[in-house]
């Protein structure tokens, strides 16, 4: 005789690599999960994967499974608790679209929750919730750390309507990521049945709908600029020390110990070290120098375009990224472009000595560390501006606290951020925290030491280097825009602001009349 199955919590639609995992987390912890994908063959596994889990679990206990499995959006909505919560695990863009319409067709009502976990763009997500409002309540959770984060504890950023979230909020502080609330470490543990309770969980309101989608969207552009930037450590000591794949492992795995501790950094060692199954080579170096992307970081880039919030180290991983994929265009040019190394120096890593060697090794850690801080300032100035824009009223040591752990971007150095924005909740930039201020203050000769460097031996640096002229551009009290100014006057009569008169009475100089004279406009 069969049970019939019970009703759901919650449901899942689409159970790719981050529906799958979402699901399993949130039956871990107690909740009956509805699922379904437009492959039956992904909700299968799913049933499989998580009734062994369960069985092994409780000592092969079969009815203590927590999922039901749906061949059809109608089926969802008849298995679940009213009001009905759905969780969308699905690409972003039209299917976000496609599974909405379908759900009206089967029957969702209008205080039925939709939860859009998916990197959907934050004005799309605006869209979204006028266009269902009255048919259901389109609700968005961003999320971030992969498939294990998915799985053991992820970041999740929500936003949208606020009593949607109160019926959320006990399920996603269930499942995220926790941490230390004293040390601000995350707290793991790898073990399907056996979640992590304690800890402050990484989940906050962020605020209307679209807020969390932008944060989500800053978080991956600072992510594309701390990839960039471990990568072009990865080609510095490659290409300057001569070091293997493996050396540059140890660094890493030595960075990772210090104040450059980090995800990345970790995962980062870790692919050095592995060994390609087919060949002798270590596997990163079989692996073709193409870049993908799916937006997000190009999103962040043409939205601080469009505020005009500098951001020019996310901006320069994504053109990183653009410039790896022109594959040809770079071996054609390779043969006819000269560079410093064709010139006088053909290696210069042998004529290094060990303390030499370990003397940039040391300033390439510090240049990291900077360049690091300053695509933070730059993601963090990013949100305040856009925040102020849309009217969201962010809490960025809310936003810093829940990007501790789960998250792909986590790191110890999320601590002092989160400390910096406690402090002062109105800082305005992050250079202006003394903490931060003072670290670059002490190691940007090191920095400038590393740019040289990557400079004279021809190795393109651009996040560690565009890093460097966002920091000495803000330490200019002057720059040439004056002369900008005039440039723009002469050819286009822009007018000009002066130095000795009040802000916003502007002038104009004819530049070309045989009477020069200037004139308040
Ligand atoms: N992978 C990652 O690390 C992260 C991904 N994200 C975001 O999460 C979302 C999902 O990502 P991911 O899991 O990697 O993607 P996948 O492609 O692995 O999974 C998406 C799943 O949705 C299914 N699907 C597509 N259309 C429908 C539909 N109409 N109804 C039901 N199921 C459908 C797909 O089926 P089929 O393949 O048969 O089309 C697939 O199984 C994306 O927006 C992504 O950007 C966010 C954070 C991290
Ligand atoms: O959101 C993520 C992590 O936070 C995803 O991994 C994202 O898809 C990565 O982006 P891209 O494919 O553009 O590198």
Redesign the pocket.
């Known amino acids: 005789m069969t049970h019939p199955s019970p009703i759901s919590d919650i449901a899942m639609?689409?159970?790719?690599?981050?529906?799958k995992n979402l699901a399993l987390n949130i039956a871990d912890h107690g909740y009956h999960v509805a699922v379904?994908?437009?492959?039956k063959l992904?909700v299968n596994a799913v049933i499989n994967q998580e009734a062994e889990e369960r069985a092994t679990i409780t000592g092969g206990d079969k009815t203590a499974a927590r999922m039901t499995a749906c061949d059809s959006l109608k089926m969802v909505l008849e298995k679940l608790a009213k009001p009905r919560a759905l969780v969308l695990?699905?690409?972003?863009g039209a299917?976000v679209d496609?599974?909405c319409q379908?759900l009206i067709e089967a029957g969702i009502e209008a205080d039925d929750i939709v939860i859009d976990?998916?990197?959907?763009l934050w004005t799309d997500t605006v869209a979204r919730e006028a266009q269902y409002q009255g048919q259901f309540i389109f609700f968005s959770s961003a999320?971030?750390?992969?498939?294990v984060g998915a799985r053991f504890g992820p970041s999740l950023m929500p936003s949208g309507d606020p009593a949607a979230w109160q019926h959320v909020a006990p399920i996603w502080e269930a499942i995220a990521a926790k941490v230390d609330a004293n040390t601000g470490l995350p707290i793991e543990r790898f073990e399907a049945g056996n979640p992590v309770l304690e800890g402050e969980p990484c989940t906050a309101y962020i605020g209307p709908a679209g807020a969390g989608h932008y944060v989500k969207m800053v978080h991956n552009g600072i992510e594309y600029a701390d990839m960039q930037l471990i990568c072009e450590a990865y080609q510095l000591l490659k290409d300057g020390l001569g070091f293997s794949a493996l050396q540059i492992s140890e660094v890493f795995s030595t960075w990772d110990k210090g104040s450059l501790n980090s995800y990345l950094m970790n995962i980062s060692a870790k692919v050095l070290q592995q060994a390609d199954p087919l060949s002798d080579k270590p596997l990163v170096e079989m692996i073709l120098d193409k870049a993908g992307q799916?937006g997000t970081g190009l999103w962040t880039a043409v939205s601080s375009l469009q505020i005009g919030c500098p951001a020019p180290t996310i901006a320069e991983a994504v053109y990183a990224r653009a410039v790896s994929t022109q594959k040809p265009l770079r071996q054609a040019l390779s043969t006819k472009l000269a560079g410093p190394t064709l010139a006088s120096n053909p290696d210069p890593s042998p004529q290094l000595s060990e303390q030499d060697r370990q003397a940039f090794i040391d300033a390439l850690e510090d240049a990291l560390y900077c360049a690091k801080v300053c695509c933070y300032a730059q993601g963090f100035q990013l949100m305040a501006m856009a925040g102020a824009e849309q009217h969201w009223q962010l809490n960025f040591a809310e936003i810093a606290k829940i990007w501790r752990a789960g998250c792909i971007i986590r790191a110890t150095f999320l601590q002092s951020i989160t400390q910096a924005y406690v402090e002062n909740p109105e800082l305005t930039h992050l250079l202006l925290a003394d903490s931060f201020n003072q670290s670059l203050s002490a190691r940007q000769m090191q920095w400038r030491r590393t740019v040289c460097a990557a400079v004279m031996q021809g190795t393109p640096a651009p996040c560690i280097t565009s890093a460097l002229a966002y920091y000495d551009s803000y330490r200019c009290e002057t720059l040439p825009a004056n002369l900008l100014q005039g440039q723009r006057d002469f050819f286009g009569a822009h007018t000009f602001e002066r130095t000795d008169k009040p802000a916003g009475e502007k002038y104009h100089f004819n530049w070309s009349d045989k009477k020069p004279s200037l004139t308040k406009v």
Do not use: R, W
């Open positions: 639609i689409g159970l790719g690599v981050m529906g379904f994908d437009v492959d992904k695990s699905v690409p972003a299917p496609g599974v379908s976990t998916g990197n959907s999320v971030s750390g992969g498939e799916k």
